[in-house]
């Protein structure tokens, strides 16, 4: 699978569209980038479910109540296609934001509105039973398969401001808060880029900025301060908006504010050693020269501890603390869990984990018709050896406590379904097959017979091959469709599991576990010019890489409106720029 | 002139576009509409201006600081060409607003950023030196020649907060305020539409109410509470927003929430005996009657006296007061002086008028070099009776004590500018000249000699004809663009005056009077239709005037930016409707 052609991976790139995005057929062949777009279903094939919910063949339709709609909630309602459910969504926004044009909005280079499309549009169109309440959901039970909300309007005075709702499978896709480390200030003094108020607060400080330099009773010296805009965190999110205000300044700003258009500073602070460390070392560096060439500033190593309403404190890697006066400051560093998810682990006993887990199936543990998605929640994948004397014992067909290689076939395949980190591992080891490993491993090259010991020891590093998958939308959308494509099977996998073996029990698990396909990703880093790093290793950079963004993300849009706005919008960037209106 | 014919009216109807609109050629001939798009130049032809401020020859450029960026302020800017002044604009608005689609916004039908032009863009475009400070006016201090400024941003600690600028010419254009006739309640629970941040936030209410109506715990009876939207007042801004909202429902929402778009209700309560009322009687039926079909209720003759948090209590005729419920309201009722306007006239011994009062030069009363326009000023027009001895005496010309009718030919036409009530006296009584009048009342037909009380007596009823402008765009607009020819042609008038007669002194006032020419308004009332009255008491009612609604306001626009995009809304609401995501 990994060795498959580029033109193949390019292609699968660009799966999961909208049904009618195979009419937009933009191909952008260039120094590194080809786009093809092409209708693609929602993958299934190496994907499964468990037995976590029962039907119980009830006529009576199965509640499903789906909190959150983000990409992981959109996902799961856009791919739901069985009609034996009753929806109901409950989300403090009543729209689907398209969070990778968040930092475009920032700036005015695309517009809110053109981002968003309200969820009943989309549940309208899939002609579902699909019921949305605009509020928070504030507390879980799942003993009595409950849960508790309230709305998020705070000044309308007529009637209740509390709901509770009742579920038979419960779809947590609530998403994540933006970190602070706990760092004194964050809170009170720092912008955060999570959702499209963010956003458009960040727009607004950055032109309240220029006129507050501009007034004349500002010196020449808090200018300076004023125009100085920091950027904690260089990952993605932070280095696109230090890319976006670069080219809102030089290409806009500093035809209107030419008085103090020398004044402006962007300082990019990372704790690490580089920006970009998820990307490739060559995309890392493309972006650090590029940035200092553009006169943005970034600081690496350096460890963000207190924000003031006017400075900045950091401490270097030599414990040596330093501060810098700012106008305006992003903060982007990650996220953390939102405190009702903090809540609920509480009450399932994972208050000692960082973040709510679930199984393979995306179950959460422990409870029954839980679901948890998306960045609210993460994957922990099943150790091979918790099992290995199960498993040792399910391949010893013969019960003669020792494995012949042969008879091992039956069930190599569920092994490497069920224990994804055997395949990284044998990769690891270039190794081609698992047989192979228990081979290096007997010591002996010439025998076919292994016993549990030789086995154990053959197993024994895969799992520290186990990843955490990253917190971004291709996860939670994949993870949505993957749930949607269980929900729409539960039936028929019930009658004719697909899943992997049992290795504890007996019979097959009823559908596949989750299995996250890595499609790539994009840093724009401004001036018309993006990285792209994709799978196998392939990094493409430049303008040809722009266009390649920009045809992804058009086709990714979650609607033919969102889609014509977006263009629109950066066709009147392109001729008018962008605008400066304070509003 | 008021005999010119139609397609001369309609002409005159679009003067004062942008320099591009020329290419704009939008012809649309309908039942009622016809309109002919052609750049047309500022009104010059009767326009003048009196001698405020005395250029005195100085090589050093005189300072002229213009409050507020509204339409007064911004038409004195694009129409400014004299390089001899140094500009210096001070609002607490970096951009200028295109007031006439606010409505369209309330509901999404037209986007915030689309009627908007940041002021350092139009004044970019000009050449000139125009600095702009995004501050707002507290204090004027004409003694000092001075006005005193605050910067709008509470949260940005860098800098000092206020400063002061001397000016040479001062320029007053910061609007007014929503009036609330002091009835309480109103300033806490409704919600006005003066500015952006009003409309944005009108938006967010009606979707607020929906989601509210649309949850669990809400019942059928609070329902109907949430969901009735009262509108107080039935002027043109009311009217619209009913429209508009009557519209979005319809068209958008009773889709989206079918549950609940049942239980909508929208009320206009006005005071008068009729909506619309400053509109042709026939307009006024038509809306009231396609109201009523739409189910939009409209209660006449009651009065608001009280606003609480969950109902609107209303005063009828009879003196019966009544409570309803509500969920939202908007209260345009129209406008009232700005706190900064009161206090500034307090100090120029106007405290005891409601609105500012200038000259028919616009000049402020008392002060100099100081004027003001649009919504924060009237024009005190000056009465015939007050100067009737002086009038008679220099039309006297050889101090008989009685005036020759030939001999007054010399003072008629001066006389009939300085006091343009003449005009509309000899029009109310259907005479076509002011000898006439005299003639009729000297009682003797064939006498062509009349005394000073015969004079008086002729002219005493003239002043009953003074009418104040009204609070409009279009008033204030072509105020500006008076004002900036003015100063723009400020020495040349020095040298060769070119105003009437001065009647109490020597010579002649520098300028012409300022003299309003209505080029007609408009009223859409939804699904499509539009009523215009335009001078000449001519009324166009229907689709096709709403075609000529569009064209108007495009041209209209302050860019091609503005206009490209309103244009484009309007598209996308035609195909994809209005959005209803709550941001």
């Given amino acids: 699978m990994w060795g498959a052609s580029f033109y193949e991976r390019a292609s699968r790139l660009f799966q999961q569209y909208p049904s009618l995005s195979k009419l937009l057929v933009v191909a952008t062949v260039s120094g590194g980038g080809l786009a093809a777009f092409h209708e693609g279903r929602p993958f299934q094939s190496r994907t499964a479910y468990a037995d976590a919910a029962q039907p119980e063949g009830e006529s009576k339709k199965k509640k499903v109540v789906v909190l959150g709609t983000g990409w992981a909630g959109v996902s799961f309602l856009k791919n739901l296609k069985s009609s034996s459910y009753d929806v109901e969504v409950v989300s403090p926004h009543n729209y689907f934001l398209f969070t990778p044009l968040l930092p475009s909005i920032t700036c005015g280079t695309v517009e809110a509105r053109s981002i968003v499309e309200p969820i009943r549009c989309i549940t309208k169109k899939k002609g579902l039973d699909v019921q949305f309440r605009e509020a928070a959901c504030y507390k879980i039970d799942p003993q009595n398969k409950k849960v508790y909300c309230r709305t998020t309007q705070d000044n309308n005075p007529c009637g209740k401001n509390e709901f509770s709702v009742d579920y038979d499978y419960l779809i947590i896709a609530m998403g994540a808060k933006a970190n602070t480390f706990n760092t004194p200030g964050v809170e009170q003094h720092?912008?955060?880029?999570?959702?499209?108020?963010?956003?458009?607060?960040?727009?607004?400080?950055?032109?309240?900025?220029?006129?507050r330099a501009n007034l004349p009773c500002t010196s020449q010296e808090e200018r300076k301060k004023i125009l100085h805009f920091v950027v904690v965190g260089g990952g993605p999110a932070g280095v696109e908006f230090a890319a976006e205000l670069h080219d809102f300044v030089v290409e806009d700003l500093a035809k209107l504010y030419p008085a103090v258009k020398d004044d402006v500073s962007i300082t990019i602070i990372e704790a690490g050693d580089h920006i970009l460390n998820m990307f490739d070392s060559r995309i890392t560096k493309f972006a650090e020269e590029k940035f200092t060439r553009d006169g943005i500033e970034v600081k690496t190593g350096s460890q963000v501890v207190k924000v003031t309403d006017k400075e900045i404190s950091t401490k270097e890697r030599t414990g040596h603390v330093s501060s810098m006066p700012y106008g305006m400051c992003l903060w982007a560093t990650g996220i953390g869990a939102r405190p009702e998810i903090i809540e609920f682990m509480?009450?399932?006993?994972?208050?000692?984990?960082?973040?709510?887990?679930t199984d393979e199936w995306l179950r959460v543990e422990g409870c029954n018709g839980v679901f948890a998605l998306g960045d609210c929640a993460t994957i922990n994948q099943r150790r091979v050896m918790?099992?290995?004397?199960?498993?040792?014992?399910?391949?010893?067909?013969?019960?003669?406590?020792?494995?012949?290689?042969?008879?091992?076939?039956?069930?190599?395949?569920d092994l490497m379904e069920r224990y994804p980190q055997l395949e990284l591992h044998l990769k690891s080891k270039q190794m081609s097959s698992i047989h192979e490993l228990l081979k290096n491993s007997s010591g002996k090259y010439s025998s076919t017979e292994v016993d549990i010991e030789t086995f154990k020891s053959a197993l024994s590093q895969a799992d520290t091959q186990m990843k955490n998958l990253p917190a971004t939308a291709q996860v939670a959308a994949q993870q949505g469709a993957y749930l949607a494509n269980c929900f729409?099977?539960?039936?028929?996998?019930?009658k004719y599991p697909e899943g992997p073996l049992r290795f504890r029990g007996e019979g097959r698990h009823r559908f596949h576990p989750f299995r996250y396909k890595h499609f790539g990703?994009?840093?724009?880093?401004?001036?018309?010019?993006?990285?792209?790093?994709?799978?196998?290793?392939?990094?493409s950079i430049g303008y040809s890489t722009q266009w390649l963004w920009y045809s992804v993300y058009v086709s990714k849009l979650v609607s033919w409106r969102t889609r014509v706005l977006v263009v629109s919008d950066w066709g009147r960037r392109f001729i008018f720029g962008r605008d400066s209106s304070r509003i």
Same sequence: chains 1, 2.
């Fill in 521 to 539: 990703m994009f840093a724009p880093l401004g001036g018309e010019q993006t990285a792209a790093h994709l799978p196998g290793d392939w990094v």
């Fill in 190 to 211: 720092a912008h955060f880029l999570k959702g499209v108020e963010d956003a458009l607060k960040i727009r607004q400080s950055v032109i309240n900025c220029f006129e």
């Fill in 488 to 494: 729409n099977r539960m039936e028929e996998c019930e």
């Fill in 346 to 357: 509480k009450q399932i006993g994972q208050g000692n984990r960082r973040v709510l887990a």
């Fill in 386 to 413: 918790e099992d290995i004397s199960h498993i040792f014992s399910k391949a010893d067909t013969d019960k003669s406590g020792t494995l012949s290689l042969e008879g091992f076939h039956e069930v190599i395949d």
